[in-house]
């Protein structure tokens, strides 16, 4: 892979933010009145609020619009928020539905080519060429990960092996075997992967792999350094939601490595308070709200995506001239609350992560003993590690304590290996048994 890139040709990915401004609020309008002429939820929305949806003229008057949440979706099952009819669908996908009904989606043809080029141009920022090889290791099916990293990879002209999510030793040997350029999995499922490799005598440093874009979890930035010094490879995030479109909402690039840039010509961005739903200024953190500009099948207006990011609207280095969004930190209905403090998994992460005696693997239990929240952290030791466990023990309740301003009720470091791994997508941390 050559080291120097350059946004995709005929795109809008250096477009000034006047252009670009231009355009969103052109889209808006049409996405307005498509949405409210053909979905029953929009149109109910509107009307109760007394909004006339000819008075939204551009993204200036985004917050004159009703939001739309998960609960909508539930409400619409399964597809009362299609605007289009179904004769005009060309695929349908749904979330994983993990609790209750999963959210159907829909995607006319035009749908599913600007997703194939909105992850076309992701590949592209990743540092992804034609003419590589892309193993994807995304799940394929209803979930929207393996067809859209698919679909988006054969458009920029890049060879595909679609092995889908596990077979996880046959993941290493084709990785071998076929000289794959790149990898996209989750963050989590790349470290079991190395970890496999390990057991199999094979060192993944030693394969020809350069890139790995990992998405449909969170990713802190040392779970990120542990990842490219295990595989020795770039490791770029991609980001989207199956309401929105499915991955392909934004794109960390390879020349950067500075924030997830949205593609602001098919999704406007807003952050907003996750309490109040006010909008926040630029660099405050809060819940990211999403609005498509060209979807047909499945328009959403203000969607609360439930994400915790901030937005910098400073041109990149990569020269491309999109909002980027930091890295997802976690998720507004993730909050922990144990004893009054509040705490966030990733918080805890990025201390369990600063020593390195311990692997990249930990769980987190909450339960409730004689009406008192009682906290259990179990940290996996290095294989390697001849650290003495006790000090260890010590040192990491000391960090978590000046970090945090707390520490757990039980520190437990278990043996190599003993924490669950993921070997299809992503991995469970925390168990809160009081609800």
């Known amino acids: 892979m050559s080291q120097s890139r350059t946004p995709l040709e005929n795109s809008h990915e250096s477009l000034s933010r006047d252009e670009l401004r231009a355009l ?34 551009g993204v200036d008057d985004l917050s004159l619009i009703p939001m739309t949440t998960k609960a909508d979706f539930r409400t619409a099952y399964p597809d009362g928020l299609f605007a289009v ?3 005009d669908l060309q695929r349908i996908h749904a979330s994983s539905g993990t609790t209750g009904k999963p959210k159907i989606v829909g995607y006319t043809e035009t749908d599913i080519d600007v997703w194939s080029e909105v992850v076309a141009r992701s590949l592209r920022a990743a540092g992804v060429e034609p003419g590589e090889t892309l193993q994807n290791g995304y799940g394929y099916g209803l979930f929207t990960g393996g067809l859209g990293l698919h679909y988006g990879a054969e458009t920029l002209g890049v060879t595909v092996i679609p092995i889908g999510g596990g077979q996880t030793q046959r993941q ?7 000289e794959s ?6 963050p989590s499922y790349s470290l079991y992967l190395a970890e496999t490799a390990r057991e199999m005598g094979v060192d993944v440093r030693d394969l020809p792999l350069e890139t790995v874009i990992f998405g449909a979890e969170p990713c802190t930035d040392p779970m990120r350094e542990e990842i490219e010094e295990r595989l020795d490879v770039t490791g770029v995030d991609i980001y989207g939601l199956s309401e929105v479109i499915g991955p392909g909402v934004s794109m960390e690039c390879h020349e950067a490595q500075d924030g997830l840039h949205i593609w602001e010509d098919h999704f406007y961005p807003e952050v907003v308070d996750p309490k109040t739903g ?9 819940e990211l709200v999403l609005t498509s500009l060209t979807k047909e099948a499945l328009p959403v207006l203000r969607y609360r995506t439930g994400d915790l990011t901030t937005l910098n609207y400073d041109t990149c280095d990569c020269g491309r001239t999109m909002v980027r969004m930091d890295n997802v930190t976690g998720r507004a209905d ?8 509040n705490l966030y998994p990733s918080e805890v992460e ?37 650290a003495d466990l006790d000090d260890l023990r010590d040192r990491i309740r000391n960090r978590l304590s000046n970090v945090l301003s707390f520490t757990p009720d039980r520190l437990t470091i278990a043996e190599p290996g003993s924490l669950e791994r993921t070997k299809t997508g992503k991995v469970k941390r925390v168990y809160d048994h009081r609800r």
């Open 24 to 57: 969103q609020d052109k889209r808006l309008r049409e996405t307005v009145a498509h949405a409210y002429e053909n979905v029953d939820l929009y149109r109910t929305a509107f009307d109760e609020a007394g909004v006339d949806p000819a008075a939204i003229d």
């Open 85 to 87: 009819d179904e004769s």
């Open 172 to 178: 290493v040997e084709l990785l071998q075997d076929l």
């Open 181 to 186: 350029d790149a990898l996209s999995c989750t």
């Open 278 to 286: 006010d909008p926040l200024e630029e660099g405050e953190e809060g």
């Open 334 to 341: 993730d909050l922990l609350i144990v004893r009054g403090i």
């Open 350 to 386: 990025d201390v369990v992560l600063e020593f390195e005696e311990i692997a990249p693997f930990y769980r987190i239990d909450i339960d409730r003993e004689n009406n008192l929240d009682r906290m259990t952290l179990t940290v996996e030791r290095e294989p390697e590690t001849t």
